[in-house]
T-cell receptor, first 110, second 115 residues
Framework: GNSVTQMEGPVTLSEEAFLTINCTYT??????LFWYVQYPGEGLQLLLK?????DKGSNKGFEATYRKETTSFHLEKGSVQVSDSAVYFC?????????FGTGTSLTVIP | NAGVTQTPKFRILKIGQSMTLQCTQD?????MYWYRQDPGMGLKLIYY???????DKGEVPNGYNVSRSTTEDFPLRLELAAPSQTSVYFC??????????????FGSGTRLTVV
């Protein structure tokens, strides 16, 4: 079946620290991979995506590379800011359906 | 553009009551979806629709009903509310082409508590 596993939180970092949130997936076929961000009281917003192996998605300083050999799509940012505090969801799309991970809460402290 | 609009934002129901969660999108998206988000469980797909008049079950459809009479609206109906339906509900919409859905947009959610 299709599923996404991401590291459990919560994660607390100091401002300007390096961020990694791990995400691995299981899928039939060739899925597209996504990272969504959810700020408090809001819906999910697309952060970045990659549609095929070795693609790198990037946005707002965040990056993730589609690694088919390790079935991973880890999210990274070199220097986090307080405004990055949110819940991050890894997701895969196969066909017309999305499958979401459980979310990782990130808090960045000044 | 308003995007995806959900109402109400919060609701408390008693066991056995019924209600409809409203969802409207103004982007002319053909696909629409309902998800529920439980703590530590991620999002689970309840129902989705590929166009007006067409709906399909997702992972967790039991206890819910949907209809899609227009492109814009995709209401979710709870007929006999149960405590297990306490959750945050998100509506979403997207375009789709031969590669699949794109332009996926979420509403801001409805927090439902069943007591």
């Amino acid at each position: 079946g299709n599923s996404v596993t991401q590291m459990e939180g919560p994660v607390t970092l100091s401002e300007e620290a390096f961020l990694t949130i791990n995400c691995t997936y299981t899928a039939t076929g060739y899925p597209s991979l996504f990272w969504y961000v959810q700020y408090p009281g809001e819906g999910l917003q697309l952060l970045l995506k990659a549609t095929k192996a070795d693609d790198k998605g990037s946005n707002k300083g965040f990056e993730a590379t589609y690694r088919k050999e390790t079935t991973s799509f880890h999210l990274e940012k070199g220097s986090v800011q307080v405004s990055d505090s949110a819940v991050y969801f890894c997701a895969l799309r196969t066909g017309n359906q999305f499958y979401f991970g459980t979310g990782t809460s990130l808090t960045v402290i000044p | 553009n308003a995007g995806v609009t959900q109402t109400p934002k919060f609701r408390i129901l008693k066991i056995g009551q019924s209600m409809t969660l409203q969802c409207t999108q103004d982007m002319n998206h053909n696909y629409m979806y309902w998800y529920r988000q439980d703590p530590g469980m991620g999002l689970k797909l309840i129902y989705y629709s590929v166009g007006a008049g067409i709906t399909d079950k997702g992972e967790v459809p039991n206890g819910y009903n949907v209809s899609r009479s227009t492109t814009e609206d995709f209401p979710l109906r709870l007929e006999l509310a149960a405590p297990s339906q306490t959750s945050v509900y998100f509506c979403a919409s997207s375009f789709t082409d031969v590669t699949g859905p794109y332009g996926y947009t979420f509403g801001s959610g409805t927090r439902l508590t069943v007591v």
